[in-house]
């Protein structure tokens, strides 16, 4: 039976592209290099911040990942918050499994995640939150996984991961936890769903009686 729902955050819980794209293109522009293209948004959408800054300056030899390092630590990320959308029907769906389903977080996002959940009012609606920051190693490793269920001292057929890329799907995979595809329907995955109040349909939630 559904006892835990684990959340990625940019791409399930927030429309985070419009904000990576500034933020990592900021950093491009401060050391006179050239904006992202269309491959490198998508790996920065999913991928945690060290393995992006690397990943965006690989053709840039001449740049110091070191002194990128260092001033993205000195960077304040809240103005970057302002190009963040959280889905709509978030809250609801958090308020409807919440007497029901333990919650918890696995993303790659390092220290910005604390100032979203206060920020976004989410901080209450969550009993564990792992970041790339706070995992022995960062998704698509299983660590993430590891620790939340040993927190709620759950079975993996007890949880199910909401995601909505390949990094997700390796992460579930490599836990063994049943992956629902968020907004992608080319993602391999268990289940498919467009928005929240779709996840309520599913047999899952279903059994538990949660469907709307």
């Not at 955050?9 to 419009?18: A, H, P, Q």
């Not at 958090?94 to 390092?110: F, G, K, Q, V």
């Amino acid at each position: 039976m559904l006892k835990l729902v684990v959340f990625d955050c940019d791409g399930v819980m927030f429309d985070s592209r419009e904000a990576n794209r500034v933020y990592y293109n900021h950093l491009l522009e401060h050391f006179a290099c050239p904006l992202m293209d269309t491959e490198e948004l998508g790996y920065v959408h999913s991928h945690n911040v060290a393995d992006s800054i690397v990943y965006i300056f690989r053709k840039h030899p001449q740049i110091s990942i070191e002194a990128v390092n260092d001033y993205a630590r000195s960077l304040d990320y809240s103005p970057y918050l302002q190009h963040m959308i959280m889905a709509p029907d978030l809250k609801d769906f958090l308020r409807i499994i919440t007497p029901h389903c333990h919650r918890a977080i696995s993303t790659n996002r390092t220290t910005s995640m604390d100032m979203i959940l206060d920020i976004f009012g989410l901080r209450e609606h969550f009993e564990i939150v792992m970041t790339a920051a706070t995992a022995p190693r960062p998704k698509p490793a299983p660590d993430a996984l590891h620790v939340i269920l040993k927190h709620f001292d759950l079975s993996v057929d007890e949880a199910i991961f909401i995601g909505d890329s390949t990094v997700d799907r390796d992460h579930c995979a490599a836990a063994g936890i049943d992956l629902i595809a968020f907004r992608n329907p080319a993602l391999e995955a268990r289940w498919h769903v467009n928005n929240f109040m779709e996840i309520l349909q599913l047999p899952p939630f279903a059994e538990r009686g949660l469907a709307a």
